[in-house]
């Protein structure tokens, strides 16, 4: 168990509607990262906010977006969702925000389908 | 810009045999960190092993190792004592020092065999 948590562990819903994917972070880490994992491939990189702040942005669509709230927790929020997000969507945590190189650990994803 | 090759999309071992696993990167910075992540059918993704490129020692972790060759740009993971737990997807990930992304392989489907 890393310490990152994500609710729900799965959600399936139809295309055109919103999700929302939430994280939180293990304790003390203030570096909160999105990844999103389409089938059999390799993690993308969507965005990273550290200390409620966003601090980094990937390939991510203009149709998601993220906050980290005070508590630090963090969600995605996903609209006018298409076929194509489905996937695994990951989030992970590390201590600091790129001052240093810190490892990140992976909560055990949120699995999207869209129908 | 930086990217990660893993050339092996799928692998097997017997168990109690040792296998190793391929990854390439290119980048022109030198301030680089390079890891192993495992996921299993769970999907869970879960470090295994961490390399700093400053380092010119090979990072360890009881089974596992790694065959670092900077000047090759190649970060190879050796599981010895394969064990059936180590079935899984591999993952080799980079990441520039003092930024934040990680960048991701393909990834190595590795099964071990009774």
Redesign the interface.
Same mark, same amino acid.
């Given at each position: 168990d *890393?310490g990152v948590t994500q609710t729900p562990k799965h959600l399936i819903t139809a295309t055109g509607q919103r999700v929302t994917l939430r994280c939180s972070p293990r304790s003390g880490d203030l *570096?909160v990262?999105w $990844?999103q994992q389409s089938l059999?491939?390799?993690?993308?990189?969507l965005i990273?906010y550290y200390n409620g702040e966003e601090?980094?942005k990937?390939n991510i669509l203009e149709r998601f977006s993220a906050q980290q709230f005070p508590d630090l927790h963090s969600e995605l929020n996903l609209s006018s969702l298409e076929l194509g997000d489905s996937a695994?969507y990951?989030c992970?945590s590390s201590l600091s925000?790129?001052? *240093?190189?810190d490892?990140? $650990?992976?909560g055990?994803?949120t699995?999207l389908t869209v129908l | 810009a930086q990217t990660?090759t893993q050339s092996q999309p799928e692998m097997s071992v017997q168990e109690a045999e040792t296998v190793t696993l391929s990854c390439t990167y290119d980048t022109s910075e030198n301030n680089y960190?390079l890891?192993w992540?495992k996921q299993p059918p769970?999907?869970?993704?879960?470090?295994v092993i961490?390399q700093?490129a400053y380092k010119q020692q090979n990072a360890t972790e009881n089974r596992f190792s790694v065959n670092f060759q900077k000047a090759a740009k190649s970060f190879s993971l050796k599981i010895s004592d394969s064990q059936l737990g180590d079935t899984a997807m591999y993952?080799c990930a980079f #990441?520039l020092?003092?930024?934040?992304?990680?960048?991701?392989? #393909?990834?190595t489907r590795l099964k071990v065999l009774a």
């Amino acid at each position: 168990d *890393s310490g990152v948590t994500q609710t729900p562990k799965h959600l399936i819903t139809a295309t055109g509607q919103r999700v929302t994917l939430r994280c939180s972070p293990r304790s003390g880490d203030l *570096s909160v990262y999105w $990844y999103q994992q389409s089938l059999d491939q390799g993690l993308q990189f969507l965005i990273q906010y550290y200390n409620g702040e966003e601090r980094a942005k990937g390939n991510i669509l203009e149709r998601f977006s993220a906050q980290q709230f005070p508590d630090l927790h963090s969600e995605l929020n996903l609209s006018s969702l298409e076929l194509g997000d489905s996937a695994l969507y990951f989030c992970a945590s590390s201590l600091s925000g790129g001052f *240093s190189t810190d490892t990140q $650990y992976f909560g055990p994803g949120t699995r999207l389908t869209v129908l | 810009a930086q990217t990660v090759t893993q050339s092996q999309p799928e692998m097997s071992v017997q168990e109690a045999e040792t296998v190793t696993l391929s990854c390439t990167y290119d980048t022109s910075e030198n301030n680089y960190y390079l890891f192993w992540y495992k996921q299993p059918p769970s999907r869970q993704m879960i470090l295994v092993i961490r390399q700093e490129a400053y380092k010119q020692q090979n990072a360890t972790e009881n089974r596992f190792s790694v065959n670092f060759q900077k000047a090759a740009k190649s970060f190879s993971l050796k599981i010895s004592d394969s064990q059936l737990g180590d079935t899984a997807m591999y993952f080799c990930a980079f #990441t520039l020092g003092g930024t934040y992304k990680y960048i991701f392989g #393909t990834g190595t489907r590795l099964k071990v065999l009774a």
